[in-house]
């Protein structure tokens, strides 16, 4: 009994030593970023991120505050799950919450991103809803970024939903980042259907380590301003 009991704690130091090996972290990120329409709405948020690996297996925590017009409205927590099917492409699910002042609202969906330095790019593929209450719809985003130097990046993104909000958005925009982690970027949505309007967001922060795999989906990281 005694030498089985030295047995398991020795093989269960063995698995630990090995997980201790694989884990990782691997970035975070800060920002701020400002939303401001041509219909005279604004917004803020400020947004962190932090990931951790596992081998090939990842978590990404995600907190963001939101104001509109400096009048905070609510706290968005969101946990990503994600696996790296290549050093280029990976995939993952999603769960975000947010708070609004006692309403919870919140996403869920599958999401995957390509990276080959050069050229990246998202997909995301879920719901927003209101977890107690009717208001829903489904979404479907698109991001890209081509690398025309070092640091410097022109971006688009589509944005579609359906439901209790229908929108069609369409932005294009650059982003610059500097090798110690600052970046700077800025973009121009052209809104349609439910919200016809152009909006203008300008974002700074700065990324630790490599930075984080996915982009936050808590409301203003769907539709942005509306």
């Known amino acids: ?18 997980q201790a090996q694989s884990f990782a972290f691997d970035g975070a990120e800060l920002a701020f ?23 090939r297996f990842g978590a990404q925590l995600d907190l963001t505050q939101f104001a509109y017009d400096g009048e905070t409205e ?5 946990l990503h799950l994600n696996y790296g099917v290549t050093d280029q492409i990976t995939v993952g699910v999603f769960y975000e919450d ?9 996403s869920s969906g599958f999401e995957a991103a390509y990276d080959s330095g050069q050229i990246s790019g998202q997909l995301a593929a879920g719901r927003y809803e209101q977890r107690d209450g009717a208001y829903e719809f489904d979404f ?21 939903t359906s ?17 110690s982690g600052l970046f700077a970027e ?23 380590g490599g930075g984080t795999t996915f982009d ?11």
Do not use: C
């Open 98 to 106: 947010d708070d609004w002042n006692g309403d919870v609202y919140g």
């Open 163 to 179: 439901g209790s909000a229908d929108l069609g958005i369409v932005g294009i925009g650059a982003r610059y980042e500097t090798q």
């Open 140 to 160: 479907t985003q698109i991001d890209i970024g081509y690398e025309l130097q070092p640091g410097l990046s022109v971006l688009g993104e589509i944005t579609k």
């Open 186 to 208: 800025a973009m121009v949505a052209q809104y349609s259907e439910d919200y016809d309007h152009k909006v203008i967001s300008f974002e700074v922060g700065y990324a630790f």
């Open 74 to 78: 609510y706290t968005s927590y969101g």
């Open 33 to 55: 970023q400002s939303f401001d329409s041509d219909d005279d709405y604004s917004g803020q948020y400020l947004r962190g991120s932090a990931e951790v690996s596992f081998g």
């Open 1 to 18: 009994m005694k030498t089985f009991a030295i047995a398991l704690a020795v093989t269960g130091l063995a698995a630990g030593a090995a």
């Open 216 to 226: 936050q989906r808590d409301w203003g990281g769907i539709v942005g301003l509306y």
